[in-house]
T-cell receptor, first 111, second 115 residues
């Protein structure tokens, strides 16, 4: 069965520091992968979407970037974190027609 | 454009009482509809989904939802709530697209359960 590993589970970073969140999947090949952000008390905002290695889609202007160096690896990055980057970051894969299967998330606090 | 509304930001029910969480969507055709649950500090778990066919769908943990096309609704129900059901619930609408924005999530409804 498919699984998603996200790490770290929690992270506290100072403003201006870099960020790298990693998501790896198992039990599936060539998955479509998503990065979502969930701000406190708010719903999910889609940040990035990837259909394959090196293929990243995003229309949300932001301080973040994503990369997909391997089929089952999806990385969320920032060169300089802002306070507004705090939130709960979720990696997900497309488990069926439009159906998302989520990882356990990373709680990022920028201080 | 697709959109999802969940009119209730927060609901409190007593354990053993029935539950209904509301979800309304906007979409030009019959969408794919989902309900997800999120326990505190955790990722989202799929409760149930509707693609076609019987408009009353059964999910995990004793939940069910009914698709009503005339009302553009997909409300989630449970006849008897357990304390472990306290969580955040998200309704989502999806469409088969080649673009990235295939799934839109509602803002969520937070459920509290009183013993």
């Amino acid at each position: 069965s498919q699984t998603i590993h996200q790490w770290p589970a929690t992270l506290v970073q100072p403003v201006g520091s870099p960020l790298s969140l990693e998501c790896t999947v198992e039990g599936t090949s060539n998955p479509n992968l998503y990065w979502y952000r969930q701000a406190a008390g708010r719903g999910l905002q889609l940040l990035f979407y990837s259909v394959g290695i090196g293929q990243i889609s995003s229309e949300v202007p932001q301080n973040l970037s994503a990369s997909r160096p391997q089929d089952r690896q999806f990385i969320l990055s920032s060169k300089k974190l802002l306070l507004s980057d705090s939130g709960f970051y979720l990696c997900a894969l497309e488990a069926g027609p439009v159906e998302a299967f989520f990882g356990q998330g990373t709680r990022l606090t920028v201080v | 454009a697709q959109s999802v509304t969940q009119p209730d930001i927060h609901i409190t029910v007593s354990e053993g009482a029935s539950l209904e969480l509301r979800c309304n969507y906007s979409y030009g055709a019959t969408p794919y509809l989902f309900w997800y649950v999120q326990s505190p500090g955790q990722g989202l778990q799929l409760l149930l989904k509707y693609f076609s066919g019987d408009t009353l769908v059964q999910g995990i943990k004793g939940f069910e939802a009914e698709f009503k096309r005339s009302q553009s609704s997909f409300n989630l129900r449970k006849p008897s709530v357990h304390w472990s059901d306290a969580a955040e619930y998200f309704c989502a609408v999806g469409a088969m697209k080649t673009s990235y924005d295939k799934v839109i999530f509602g803002p969520g409804t937070s459920l509290s359960v009183i013993p």
